[in-house]
């Protein structure tokens, strides 16, 4: 079986002159290898063949057989390493906390070690002496661990 080590250091050597991240590498038990990556800029569809050629150039398909994706990571998916989140600040995200809690709110901040982050959540403050109820903006800082996924919002 392939390491998964080994493939993330050749991914890291074949994106080290570009502003692209790794997002993700997995390796299964059938040689099955599957490279996310992202970029402040975005990632093309060139820039991920480049990368898939300089991967095969590096592995030996004749000492061990495997299959090779090279893909962006998906808008939709969940943010999984501290630069998505720095990607996306000023973007509104969706929250699922561990304890079930969905929350929307709008990324204004990750800390230096990724391991908490902050939102703006909007909710419905009825203050003295007003008949109605006000949009107040809150910022809700939340620990990544206490947080089973957060993702871009899309608005249709």
Known sequence: M???EK????VERAIESTDAYVVD???SEDN????EL????????????????????????DVEDY???????????PFKV??????????????????GRKLKGRLTSVSEDGSEFTIEVTRKV?????????????????AVADCRQVAYHFDF
């Open 126 to 142: 009825k203050l003295a002496g007003e008949k109605r109820p006000r949009q107040v903006a809150e910022p809700l800082t939340l």
């Open 2 to 4: 392939i390491e998964r």
């Open 38 to 61: 992202d970029s402040a800029t975005g990632v093309d569809l060139d820039f991920c063949s480049e990368v898939n050629r300089l991967l095969n150039e590096a592995l030996d398909r």
């Open 67 to 77: 299959s090779l994706e090279v893909g962006t990571a998906s808008l939709s998916a």
């Open 25 to 27: 590498v997995t390796v």
């Open 82 to 99: 501290r630069r998505q989140y720095e990607k996306h600040i000023g973007d509104d995200v969706d929250v699922l906390t561990c304890d």
């Open 32 to 35: 099955d290898i599957v490279v």
């Open 7 to 10: 493939i993330a250091g050749l």
